[in-house]
């Protein structure tokens, strides 16, 4: 079964513009979860979404938003981009429900300049 | 406020011998705590978990300990070896709708020497 994959792998952006994440789940996972990862804060927890519906959010502003598709695959956006959203977004998966185990994708490197 | 902390940033272990990793917690609304490993450039790779009704977890060379009235869990790899090097982090659950909000700890990073 393929794993969790994530598109694109790494990316540049320039500050002020938006970037659009893509993450496709394991086949059969329903809930998909997006995290940051920086050196400073550690891996912190965005938003959750299940069956196109995002069913929890993290303490991230509402620059950060993402969306479902009936596939279960998921996008994650970032608009007006600051320094400080350079970071590794991990995408997992998980058959949610009452399993917590989450599976994750190797992640987008997204870096602001 | 972080509610899930890993207090060594690094270990060394020699090949052979146990590793083990520790874990605290604060919020004792976790109700189901996890291990991943993560290599750089890579995710992290989920290990093993341990819901609150058990003490004890094992899978292979890998157990956890669960300690609920000290908030305390410790990851047990037995015997280590060289592919164990990577960063450990330890990630705590509460449950219910927002069982897959995970909130995970620092990490430690441990590196089994020959």
């Known amino acids: 079964k393929a794993g969790v994959t994530q598109t694109p792998r790494y990316l540049i952006k320039t500050r002020g513009q938006q970037v659009t994440l893509s993450c496709s789940p394991i086949?059969?996972?329903?809930?998909v979860s997006w995290y940051q990862q920086t050196p400073g804060q550690g891996l912190q927890f965005l938003f959750e979404y299940f069956s196109e519906t995002q069913r929890n959010k993290g303490n991230f502003p509402g620059r950060f938003s993402g969306r479902q598709f009936s596939n279960s695959r998921s996008e994650m956006n970032v608009s007006t981009l600051e320094l400080g959203d350079s970071a590794l977004y991990l995408c997992a998966s998980s058959l949610g429900g009452e399993s917590y185990e989450q599976y994750f994708g190797p992640g987008t490197r997204l870096t602001v300049t | 406020d972080q509610q899930v902390k890993q207090n060594s940033p690094s270990l060394s272990v020699q090949e052979g011998r146990i590793s083990i990793l520790n874990c605290d917690y604060t919020?004792?609304?976790?109700?189901?705590f996890l291990w991943y490993k993560k290599y750089p450039a890579e995710g992290p790779t989920f290990l093993i978990s341990i819901s609150s009704i058990k003490d004890k977890n094992e899978d292979g060379r890998f157990t956890v300990f669960l300690n609920k009235s000290a908030k305390h869990l410790s990851l047990h790899i037995v015997p280590s070896q060289p592919g164990d090097s990577a960063v450990y982090f330890c990630a705590a659950s509460r449950g219910g709708r927002g069982a897959q909000k995970l909130v995970f700890g620092q990490g430690t990073r441990l590196t089994i020497n020959p």
């Open positions: 086949s059969g996972h329903r809930s």
């Open positions: 919020n004792s609304m976790f109700d189901y």
